[in-house]
């Protein structure tokens, strides 16, 4: 791993482990990209940009009329001055005109991944661990100093850029768009992958071709959402899990965030990620910088399966933080979909009483513990117990499940306020909204202004009240609405499209004061499920609950979905009874567990209406998991079918010494007539030998991934096999 800066031709090579990323300042300081894939020894030149007189492409230089900022590949493009394309920044001045000139100035090379103030990104934990450049741009005429910071890695295919924004001028900028990142790929030969999805059916893959014009994933939500991820692959045509080349990119922000490709008229495509500029500016003061959120660029050579494996590793070991981030996961029980609103404390003990004979670790109570609550249209923000259900308190309640030698976790939704609240009957103003317009609800709640730093104080007092008050273990921490009105009291007009950023801002700040206060308590995220499923949420809470949707079958999808870019470890799973809550479908116990268990494994039923046989199955289940964990939740993921495409998925888990694997393989429904399944495995040592647990069997690790493995006919709907594999 090393950053070049060849000074003669100006050439930056950043030189990570298998990957080369180039750039070049030409003709008066324009910075412009010339090569990410592959690692290279020396960029030679061996492609140059091509300097071709374009008709509709303006010159800077009248004498020359084959230089266009418009034909050539940026690495910062501005708008303005000859460029058509997305830009990547767009800063008004005082006189109103958002015509801006960035030059190369100077570039600063050093060893390790600087923190970006006030937001979450990826780090390092040595220094030699990685590399940084940045390279500092500047518009001479206004004073505005650009820097673009690059960070390459030793031990991962891994790029991750942002932005700082300094004003070193006399007059205030607006920022209208300040992108993190943007990419010039000189040819179109791609497809675009994204994820999207909506509540209850998260994180499905689109696969599709790029057809000239701009191609748009974007969320003006307030929050990244299940509607779509700030996630974007492009891949060489034909690419799969194991072949083919992949550019990946992922938005480490939890708001509004914009990503897209654009295909232009000379089949470039460039690429671009960053806050969504719809709706947003940021008023600049002379003295005052803006630092963007981070993008994590990911090159693969060997297809998807090996770019999910680098996101994976990076995220569970340099983005998860704090105590669980290398620590196994408890099993909980959750008493969300056993009683919803309807409990008291002698219910909870009941059922977590059951889930410690079963040999369940952590109890979890949901919604519903304070103020009023008997249903989602009051008492959000005012973090007080409820006497009614818990008559002693919660440090007694706290007190009967630790003293089964269980854990106990806690549900709160602290971004959130109801109507029906002393907290927005004291404080009306302190939720997003606009003056004189109607406040529209979501779920029957508005959303606190978290801009505001008043708010953000309370918070963090009333959840370090609680949190202090018993011995609590594990925080579910929820989030049920988009943002409407999307204004703030406390801010002037002219900074009022500054709320949604300020609002992640303060979110950011909270989660960081609790999550230091607390070290030891377990922090899930959750948005109605995984409507806030990002690496931003990732780098406080190193796990989120994937979806609403607990049905086995749906829930293939979802995970097989979120394994493309975030970590087995940070998926939290639930086995629920069945019919099904959310699609009323029946499953078998079984595959519930089979599909639970390859994620952090909860169950969400009520223990005390299952059957002995029930019972016998669970505590089986949980005996079982508590021996995989490990390899479960921090050994590397391999996909071998997809549920996106047929009625059969498999993956497996496969230990970070290859000396083990866990083979997980689930069908739908059953075919008549049906072929013989034979699952080729993947990520084993090929001159090992392994023993099949449950049939005794010895094979060769080189004959399971190359031969490999038949599954046995088994008649039936909704079958599932998980199988051990041990070397000798
Ligand atoms: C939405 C979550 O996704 C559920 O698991 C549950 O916690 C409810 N909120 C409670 O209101």
Redesign the pocket.
């Known amino acids: 791993m090393t950053i070049h800066y060849d000074a003669e031709q100006k050439i930056f090579h950043l030189q990570g482990k298998n990957t080369s990323y180039v750039m070049q300042v030409i003709c008066g300081g324009y910075l412009t990209h010339l090569y990410w894939g592959k690692k290279i020894h020396t960029y030679r030149k061996s492609n140059p940009i091509a300097f071709i007189d374009r008709g509709f492409s303006p010159n800077p230089d009248p004498s020359d009329r084959t230089f266009s900022l418009d034909t050539i590949p940026h690495e910062y493009p501005a708008y303005g001055n000859g460029d058509f394309r997305a830009p990547a920044y767009q800063i008004q001045l005082k006189n109103g005109s958002t015509v801006t000139d960035l030059r190369y100035q100077t570039h600063h090379v050093y060893k390790g991944k600087p923190n970006l103030i006030g937001l979450p990104s990826t780090y390092v934990e040595e220094k030699q661990e990685a590399e940084t450049v940045e390279i500092v741009l500047i518009d001479e005429l206004i004073e505005l100093k650009v820097t673009l910071i690059y960070t390459i890695f030793r031990d991962l295919d891994v790029v991750t850029r942002s932005v700082r924004i300094d004003n070193h001028g006399k007059e205030n900028l607006k920022i209208m768009r300040a992108l993190s990142a943007s990419v010039d790929f000189r040819d179109d030969e791609f497809e675009l992958l994204s994820l999207y999805g909506s509540h209850m059916n998260e994180r499905n893959i689109s696969r599709r071709p790029i057809t000239p014009g701009v191609h748009v994933m974007e969320s003006r939500r307030g929050a990244s959402s299940p509607q779509q991820d700030p996630f974007l692959a492009l891949i060489r045509k034909g690419t799969d899990e194991d072949h083919g080349e992949v550019f990946a990119f992922n938005f480490v922000y939890s708001g509004n965030f914009l990503t897209q490709v654009e295909l232009d008229q000379y089949r470039n495509t460039r690429v671009s990620m960053g806050i969504n500029p719809f709706d947003f500016s940021w008023l600049l003061e002379p003295k005052e910088s803006f630092q963007t959120p981070e993008v994590v660029m990911v090159y693969s050579a060997n297809g998807l399966g090996e770019m999910s494996r680098t996101f994976n590793e990076l995220y569970r070991t340099r983005l998860c933080r704090g105590r669980f981030r290398d620590h196994v996961r408890p099993i909980l029980i ?1 008493n ?1 979909e056993a009683t919803f609103f309807d409990f008291d404390a002698d219910k909870i003990e009941q059922i977590a009483k059951e889930g410690k004979k079963l040999g369940m670790e952590l109890f979890v109570l ?3 513990w304070f103020g009023h609550r008997d249903d ?1 249209k009051s008492s959000l923000g005012d973090w007080v117990v409820d006497k009614r259900k818990l008559p002693y308190g919660l440090e007694d309640l706290v007190n009967r499940v630790r003293n089964m030698d269980m854990e106990f976790g806690l ?1 709160f ?1 602290p971004e959130m306020v109801s109507e029906d609240s002393d907290l927005y009957r004291k404080h009306p103003d302190w939720c997003l909204h606009v003056p004189n317009r109607p406040r529209t609800v979501g779920r029957n709640q508005l959303i606190l202004d978290l801009s505001r730093k008043e708010v953000c104080d309370y918070i963090v007092e009333a959840l370090t009240k609680i949190l202090a008050s018993a011995s609590i273990s594990y925080v ?1 921490w ?1 989030m ?1 609405r988009h943002m409407t009105e999307i204004g703030s009291a406390a801010l002037p007009p002219e900074r009022q499209r500054e709320t949604a950023h300020r609002y992640i801002l303060g979110l950011y700040r909270v989660m960081d004061e609790l999550t230091l206060k607390f070290p030891n308590i377990l922090f899930e995220s ?4 995984g409507g806030r499923f990002d690496p931003g949420m990732l780098y406080y809470m190193p796990q989120t ?1 994937a979806s ?1 949707n607990t049905d086995a079958a749906c829930r293939l999808k979802i995970q097989y979905g979120t394994s493309l870019v975030y970590p087995i470890s940070s998926i939290g799973s639930h086995i629920s009874d069945v019919p099904n809550n959310q699609i009323g479908r029946v499953t078998p116990l079984d595959m519930r567990g089979h599909v639970a268990m390859s994620g952090n494994l909860g169950y969400e039923l009520d223990l005390t209406k299952l059957s002995p046989g029930e019972k016998e199955m669970i505590k089986q289940q949980v005996a079982f998991y508590k021996e995989i964990r490990p390899l479960i939740q921090f050994g590397n993921f391999y996909r071998i079918l997809s549920p996106f495409e047929g009625n059969e998925t498999s993956w497996i888990f496969v230990s970070e010494d290859r000396s083990e694997t866990i083979v997980g393989y689930f069908r739908i429904l059953c075919q008549p007539a049906a072929s013989i399944r034979i699952l080729k495995l993947k990520g084993l040592d090929p001159d090992s030998l392994y023993k099949h647990l449950e049939t005794g069997e010895v094979y060769g690790g080189d004959e399971l991934m190359n031969v490999g493995i038949t599954l046995p006919g088994i008649k039936g709907d909704f079958i599932s096999l998980f199988w051990r594999l041990k070397k000798v």
């Open positions: 959750n969300w949901d919604d519903g989602d549900w939704e579910k929820d049920n959750c948005s109605s499920g609950w609403d």
